[in-house]
């Protein structure tokens, strides 16, 4: 009998890989952010990324950051990616699951994350980690119990040919 391949990857490079490859399929020009959301056994429930509600053209709805009007920027119209996937998710309950985010979360989100019943949060960045907003998101998840760490980048490289 063979022995076992050694170099597969773990289950945070898993699911962070495939938070990452979500991420790829938002067509915001400055920021793509990515989610994926997972049982307590490792299955995959839900994935999200950033982008504009279903039936609303990207074509016809404004990227941009920023704009004298509110109107004519994107802030009103885009979902964030772990909105994304929790909304997305066509099952039972999300209690008890983890997130995976390449950004950490908003308080909008922080929010839906909480009243979803997920309790774990792993994120990859933390690029915005002094605003209130993210201050607040993390204030809320706390004391709300659900926990969250840094992803650990390991280095590896893994190239998809597509």
Request: proline letters at 3%.
């Amino acid at each position: 009998m063979g022995e076992k391949r050694e170099d597969y990857i773990s289950w945070d490079e898993y699911f962070m890989g495939v938070a990452m490859l979500s991420a790829l399929r938002s067509k915001d020009p400055n920021t793509q952010v990515g989610a994926c959301i997972v049982s307590q056994d490792n299955k995959i429930l839900s994935m999200g990324y950033n982008g504009f509600p279903i039936g609303c053209s990207d074509d016809d709805f404004p990227w941009n950051r920023d704009s004298e009007d509110p109107y004519d920027a994107k802030y009103y119209y885009s979902t964030h990616s772990e909105l994304n996937a929790i909304l997305n998710y066509r099952g039972g309950s999300l209690e008890g699951s983890k997130i995976y985010v390449t950004l950490f979360p908003c308080n909008e989100c922080a929010k839906a994350i909480i009243q979803s019943g997920i309790k774990t949060l792993i994120y990859a960045e933390d690029k915005y980690s002094d605003t209130s907003a993210v201050r607040a998101s993390k204030r809320m998840l706390t004391a709300s119990g659900v926990e969250f760490r840094q992803y650990e980048f390991s280095g590896r490289i893994i190239n998809l040919k597509l």
